[in-house]
């Protein structure tokens, strides 16, 4: 049985959607309380089994590597402090037997060719993809989901879900084949951001993948597509029309931390889930959606003001 033990984190974006905050800071390392968004995704892979994670970054981004390296001076300082606890929280962001690499964008080419930036450190293995953007929460995560699904059946996996007539613009969206042999819906094709009306469903791709080696030879021999770019969902689409992409309905909850608005959502739901905060939080909420509701409505000049 093939096991998957490599994934694949492309975070050469440059996140201009959170311009200011993301000049001189990847948006990967944007908190959601006191984690960055790329270290949820990190856990989910390691969760499911990764052993291998494979960055791949952009000029910009070293601050990630920080991040994911020791950093002894500082351990040092919250020993010296008494702050075990921070202290061993910092050292064990990567548990030990996981190995980090790091492979150079050399310029933004989309993000078929971020994945082909992969393929040395991946080689001929089975690998997932995980776009950290996509920030998922659940007692089941789609990483694990999707490996233990090539473990039954080794093929290309979709991370999939249904989503609302306003939204499917925004996705690539998947045209639906006959089930397969473990019963899941096998992918026929993929649409990218389609019209609604021109939408063959409703269910959009995630940011999750599980790929075998073979999409190399395709992204390699793939021309710039939308944007001028090289698109993964091109080279999904040909995978596609050869019967060897599956769907894989995720049962986490999705959070897209690409926008401002599901960022925001994200912290609020994650900070009323806190241990150590979640009833003052509660609190807090209560005390400003009453403030809200029992406030006059402001004059267009105390707003200016504001």
Same mark, same amino acid.
């Given at each position: ?134 920030? +998922? ?14 473990e039954q059946n080794p093929t290309n996996y979709l991370c999939v879900t249904e989503v609302e007539d306003d939204v499917v613009h925004k996705y690539g969206i998947v045209k639906p084949g006959p089930k397969g042999p473990d019963g899941r819906v096998t992918v026929a094709g993929l649409v990218e951001k389609p019209k ?88 807090? +909420? ?21």
């Amino acid at each position: 049985m093939t096991r998957i033990r490599k994934a694949v984190f492309p975070v050469a974006g440059l996140g201009t959607r959170f311009l200011p905050a993301t000049k001189a800071m990847p948006k990967e390392l944007l908190p959601i309380i006191d984690k960055p968004i790329v270290q949820y995704a990190v856990e989910e892979a390691i969760a499911a089994g990764i052993t291998d994670i494979i960055f791949v970054t952009g000029r910009p981004k070293r601050a990630i590597g920080d991040h994911f390296d020791a950093n002894l001076e500082l351990e040092f300082q919250l020993s010296q402090k008494g702050k075990h606890k921070e202290r061993d929280m910092v050292r064990n962001i990567i548990p030990e037997g996981i190995n980090c690499i790091f492979i150079r964008q050399p310029e933004p080419k989309g993000l078929g060719d971020a994945v082909l930036c992969a393929a040395p450190a991946v080689g001929d293995a089975p690998f997932a993809v995980l776009l950290a953007d996509d920030l +998922m929460k659940g007692s089941t995560l789609p990483t694990a989901e999707m490996v233990a699904a090539y473990e039954q059946n080794p093929t290309n996996y979709l991370c999939v879900t249904e989503v609302e007539d306003d939204v499917v613009h925004k996705y690539g969206i998947v045209k639906p084949g006959p089930k397969g042999p473990d019963g899941r819906v096998t992918v026929a094709g993929l649409v990218e951001k389609p019209k609604l009306e021109d939408a063959p469903s409703h269910l959009a791709s995630m940011g999750r993948y599980v790929f075998n080696a073979e999409i190399f030879d395709i992204l390699r021999k793939l021309e710039p597509g939308a944007g001028g770019e090289i698109q993964l969902a091109d080279a999904i689409d040909i995978l596609a029309d050869q019967g060897k992409v599956a769907a894989m309905e995720m049962s986490a909850h999705r959070y897209d931390c690409g926008s401002k608005f599901g960022y925001l959502n994200a912290i609020v739901d994650y900070a009323i889930d806190h241990e150590e905060f979640r009833d003052k939080f509660y609190d807090l +909420m209560r005390e400003r959606l009453a403030e809200r509701d029992g406030a006059a409505p402001a004059s267009s000049s105390s707003k200016a003001g504001r």
